[in-house]
């Protein structure tokens, strides 16, 4: 009722293009809304969105819990409050802010930090109208619940049936779970139209709804084999005016 | 025995805790900037995280003047002071406070100082005010009717079920009603109030900033 927050999460099997759909997304979103404030958090352990966003990173979410830990351990030691640590690890890109998990590196119990941590993350998310999530490719973020927030799970599928199989585990574990997303949809990731009807069955079969195709891009491929941001991709590039289309359905359908 | 109708103060204290508890700031019993005196039962304010960033490391605006700067280009000196009833001392010393944190610019060049306000935005995205229908409903239904235009929304939460004629009433203004159970601690939303975008932009600034400036010196005393 009064909670506006609009989430969109990215899964999938390690390969398949999860964080390029994250960032082609991202692209849509910006150019379509005005004066909204939009997060994009990267938290794939082995985090690379920065590079297709064209952003460099100072520190991680892991970083500042290490470093609170230590502080809290040791009473000779003064520092940042978490909350504003958090806050100072928001980078401010071009129409969006931008925040990494990573991962703590430090031994001992981690629970109170933790705890406070998830609050403060659920906290600052409420404080954006959209906020996107690029997470690694393993289901343990579902077993855990750190995946909670509701919104739209996007599941990203290469051409292999290994990543279909793993859509379908998300999907099994999701149900379980009773995780609270509004909705699941399948995005397929680097298709040729013939490959369009062979996507559509398997994607039925394992009982997705279908947002649609980004096709195979030589510049995409390109820009991500130099390590390039995606952000600077024309908007008349095929697989981003795909992902515009998608964002448009998404949107509407949401909002 | 009669069953006991919960107070108004143990219901906004709950209605504050309800808005706390889903990430809004939050201010009971809120004295409206701007206004003549007009005490608002809660008022509940969702931030944005950039905007407070920003005042964190500047300082937070002084609104009490620069919200007459909004939208407004540039505006002469004298006419904020006679506007906000300040006198111009005081108002010239403001302004160059803030002009130092990077909120104004002014211009000494012509025959009468004016400023203009630079890069604001408001910090917050919505406030939702909240009343304790059970009492004064009258008064409080004028006083939502009034700051409707600098807010999001509002809510009347009653300690009791409500007849037709009262709902209809308090539907009618576009605000939501919900019922408070006090031996489960539950808010019932009965109706969803009618969410609109902010049309008083002047007004929100100045509704929300003082109770995000509030709001970041009780997270300051946080431990961890």
């Known amino acids: 009722m009064i909670e506006s927050t609009k989430v969109i999460a990215f899964s999938g099997k390690g390969g398949t293009g999860k964080t390029t759909a994250a960032t082609l997304f991202l692209s849509a979103i910006v150019r379509r809304t005005t004066g909204q404030d939009i997060l994009v958090i990267d938290a794939d352990p082995d985090a690379n969105l920065q590079t297709t966003l064209g952003i460099q990173i100072t520190k991680t979410v892991g970083n500042i819990v290490?470093?609170?830990?230590?502080?809290?351990?040791?009473?000779g030691l003064i520092g940042e409050h978490l909350r504003f640590a958090l806050w100072d690890t928001v980078l401010h890109g071009d129409g969006f802010d931008f925040l990494v998990m990573g991962r703590s590196t430090g031994v001992g119990c981690y629970c109170t930090v933790n705890s406070v941590?998830?609050?403060?993350?659920?906290?600052?998310?409420?404080?954006?109208?959209?906020?996107?999530?690029?997470f690694d490719a393993g289901l343990e973020h579902f077993s855990r619940r750190t995946a909670d927030p509701a919104?739209?799970?996007?599941?990203?599928?290469?051409?292999?049936?290994?990543?279909?199989?793993?859509?379908?585990?998300?999907?099994?574990?999701?149900?379980?779970?009773?995780?609270?997303?509004?909705?699941?949809?399948?995005?397929?990731?680097?298709?040729?139209?013939?490959?369009?009807?062979?996507?559509?069955?398997?994607?039925?079969?394992?009982?997705?709804?279908?947002?649609?195709?980004?096709?195979?891009d030589e510049e995409i491929a390109t820009k991500n084999l130099r390590g390039e941001s995606l952000l600077s991709l024309s908007p008349a590039n095929p697989a981003q005016e795909a992902v515009d289309r998608m964002v448009e359905v998404l949107l509407g359908r949401e909002g | 025995m009669p069953r006991r109708v919960m107070g108004g103060r143990l219901l906004i204290a709950a209605a504050a805790a309800y808005f706390a508890g889903r990430r809004y700031c939050v201010f009971t019993n809120y004295n409206v900037p701007g206004t003549d005196n007009t005490v608002v039962d809660v008022a509940a304010v969702l931030p944005r995280?950039?905007?407070?960033?920003?005042?964190?490391?500047?300082?937070?605006?002084?609104?009490?003047?620069?919200?007459?700067?909004?939208?407004?280009?540039?505006?002469?000196?004298?006419?904020?002071?006679?506007?906000?009833?300040?006198?111009?001392a005081?108002?010239?010393?403001?302004?160059?406070?803030?002009?130092?944190?990077?909120?104004?610019?002014?211009?000494?060049?012509?025959?009468?100082?004016?400023?203009?306000?630079k890069d604001y935005r408001v910090p917050a995205k919505e406030c939702i005010l909240a009343f304790s229908g059970a009492e004064q409903l009258e008064r409080k239904l004028a006083v939502w009717r009034d700051l409707a235009k600098r807010c999001s929304g509002a809510y009347f939460i009653f300690p009791y079920g409500l007849d037709a004629k009262t709902t209809d009433l308090i539907v009618s203004t576009g605000a939501g009603i919900m019922q408070y159970y006090e031996d489960h601690g539950i808010f019932q939303e009965i109706v969803p109030a009618d969410l609109c975008d902010i049309e008083d932009e002047k007004g929100f600034a100045l509704m929300t900033e003082r109770i995000l400036y509030d709001d970041i010196w009780v997270k300051v005393g946080e431990i961890i």
């Open chain 2, 49 to 88: 995280l950039k905007e407070l960033k920003s005042r964190l490391k500047r300082g937070f605006a002084p609104t009490g003047i620069l919200a007459h700067l909004i939208g407004s280009g540039w505006v002469p000196v004298k006419e904020i002071a006679q506007v906000t009833g300040y006198n111009l």
């Open chain 1, 151 to 216: 919104g739209t799970l996007i599941v990203v599928c290469d051409p292999s049936g290994l990543s279909f199989d793993t859509a379908k585990r998300i999907k099994a574990l999701v149900d379980e779970l009773g995780l609270p997303y509004e909705q699941h949809l399948l995005v397929g990731s680097r298709y040729s139209s013939a490959q369009e009807s062979v996507f559509m069955t398997l994607a039925e079969g394992i009982g997705f709804g279908v947002l649609g195709l980004i096709p195979f």
């Open chain 2, 90 to 117: 005081f108002v010239a010393k403001v302004l160059e406070e803030a002009m130092g944190q990077g909120w104004v610019e002014i211009d000494i060049t012509g025959p009468e100082a004016r400023c203009r306000i």
């Open chain 1, 117 to 134: 941590l998830t609050s403060l993350l659920h906290e600052t998310l409420s404080m954006y109208d959209i906020v996107l999530i690029d």
């Open chain 1, 66 to 75: 290490d470093k609170r830990k230590r502080e809290m351990d040791d009473p």
